[in-house]
């Protein structure tokens, strides 16, 4: 079993900045992936970011893509997302999620689809406002 837990989240004016972690505990796999996803009221889960636990490969929606980064430190168990030049349309709550191999995910293309991914923490609302 793997344990998520979000924190960093809250309200923020447009063009401001954020930094969310994600800290892990529990069974972990250096081929894990972890991913971030964000969901607006009345709105479909989205893919935001995903990385490679042990590599630091990374990949990202075009949406957030040169305003978001997600790194890790091994060492905390914690993988992080620094959201930057924040808009209106980024506030949702978002969610870490770890899939068991980063590789699987993307030889198939499917490391933007929430439903491939094992254990998710609870979630950590983000509001931008204009």
């Known amino acids: 079993q793997v344990q998520l837990v979000e924190s960093g989240g809250g309200l923020v004016q447009a063009g401001g900045s954020l930094r969310l972690s994600c800290a892990g505990s529990?069974?972990?796999?250096?081929?894990?992936?972890v991913g971030w996803f964000r969901q607006a009221p009345g709105k479909e889960r989205e893919f935001v970011a995903v990385?490679?636990?042990?590599?630091?490969?990374?990949n990202y929606a075009e949406s957030v893509k040169d305003r978001f980064t997600v790194s890790r430190d091994n060492a905390k168990n914690t993988v992080f997302l620094q959201m930057n030049s924040l808009k209106p349309e980024d506030t949702a709550v978002y969610y870490c999620?770890?899939?068991?191999?980063?590789?699987?995910?993307?030889?198939?293309?499917?490391?933007?689809?929430?439903?491939?991914?094992?254990?998710w923490g609870q979630g950590t609302q983000v509001t931008v406002s204009s």
């Open positions: 990385i490679r636990w042990s590599g630091g490969r990374s």
């Open positions: 999620a770890a899939a068991i191999s980063y590789e699987t995910l993307v030889r198939r293309s499917t490391f933007a689809e929430w439903r491939r991914y094992d254990y």
């Open positions: 529990g069974r972990t796999f250096n081929s894990c992936a």
